[in-house]
């Protein structure tokens, strides 16, 4: 059967008992690409040795988007991360409206974000962009929904789709997380649509559980056919636990995304 999307899955939620360059290899095998949080806690020259095709990162270890001395702090935290994802061929670096501590609670909360912080956060990006264009790397943007990040600024899909498409930068893309648009907003294919423009990447987990697809409430076969039908043929991503054997639960994934 036909594939049309680039299946890629996160390493650090599977496997959880094995190296990270095992995972990395064994996902390869398999035919996924690899994606990875945060490199301070991994091997890269192991990584470096496996070959995969990491197609994501975290961007950054620490700084935010609204306020100067948190871009400040995210601006040369990008500027390392992005020598140490050239060094792996990372396709993209993803960022989030601030830097998210243990459980990914964020370090920097916020119930109500104002103006000024909207035009400080675009600025922000406006800067990421410039680096982007100066080390020739694409950073995404992902949303994360409130009740397991709460008070996370520009967490939702509406507030980073209003951020990425206001820049409307080639170096700057959303990482559309569907596990949370589901519980931040539902309407999936509905989000897809709205987004389709500025997709870097989309993600997925099932819910309740955050495993993988056909494990909860999401139809995922129909946003499948939906993101085929509007011609989306971009990465899509596994971020997820496996309920039952990891290796089930990835062609779970892949039967979901094969049209």
């Known amino acids: 059967m036909p594939q049309p999307f680039q299946l890629a899955v996160c390493a650090e939620m599977l496997w959880l008992d094995k190296p990270m360059e095992w995972r990395a290899a064994r996902l390869t095998e398999m035919g996924f690409g690899v994606g990875l949080w945060n490199w301070p806690a991994w091997d890269m020259v192991k990584l470096e040795r496996v070959g995969a095709n990491y197609t994501i990162m975290n961007g950054y270890l620490q700084g935010r988007l609204a306020d100067d001395l948190g871009a400040d702090m995210l601006l040369k935290s990008a500027r390392e991360t992005v020598q140490i994802g050239k060094r792996l061929g990372v396709d993209r670096l993803n960022l989030h ?95 897809c649509e709205n987004c389709l423009p500025w997709i870097g990447e989309i993600q997925v987990a099932d819910n309740p559980g955050r495993c993988q697809p056909g494990t909860g409430e999401i139809n995922y076969a129909a946003v499948a056919r939906a993101l085929n039908d509007s011609e989306y043929g971009g990465p899509v991503s596994l971020e997820a636990f496996a309920a039952g054997d990891p290796e089930a639960a990835l062609e779970a994934f892949r039967a979901a995304f094969t049209i």
Not at 121 to 139: N, S
């Open 97 to 191: 409206g601030t830097g998210l501590g243990d459980g990914g609670i964020p370090l920097w909360q916020h119930d109500v974000v104002t103006g000024d912080m909207w035009l400080k956060a675009r600025d922000t990006l406006c800067r990421i962009c410039d680096l982007a264009e100066e080390q020739d790397v694409v950073f995404t943007l992902e949303n994360l929904n409130l009740l397991d990040h709460p008070g996370c600024p520009f967490g939702s899909t509406k507030d980073v789709l209003a951020l990425v498409s206001s820049v409307n930068h080639p170096r700057l893309r959303i990482n559309l997380d569907l596990y949370h648009t589901q519980i931040g907003e539902g309407d999936l294919i509905r989000w």
